[in-house]
């Protein structure tokens, strides 16, 4: 909950790539939910998935390849309603 995570989606064979970031705060929201409902004991597997629709409406679009070329968009500034500045720990 502590670490900032990136979310890379692609399409076309990858001539189109995204990547976002989403601190740990933000993401909090999942975590706290999948620790409450995490199994005892531990099964074999437990992975849980946060979904595109929130990534794409929350995290910072940071990069943008287009035909192998990288796009540098404008940064939302920290005013914005979607933006949420990250912790001094994420």
Do not use: C
């Not at 939910?33 to 005892?40: H, I, V």
């Not at 990534?55 to 940071?62: P, R």
């Amino acid at each position: 909950m502590h670490t900032g995570h990136l979310f890379f989606d692609h399409s076309d064979n990858l001539r189109k790539v995204d990547l976002r970031y989403a601190s740990g705060g933000q993401l909090s929201v999942f975590f706290d939910r999948w620790l409450a409902e995490y199994p005892d004991p531990y099964p074999q597997r437990y992975r849980r998935n946060i979904p595109f629709s929130w990534v794409k409406e929350n995290g910072i679009l940071l990069m943008k390849l287009r035909d192998g070329e990288v796009e540098y968009p404008e940064l939302r500034p920290a005013g914005s309603k979607a933006f949420k500045a990250p912790r001094s720990d994420d």
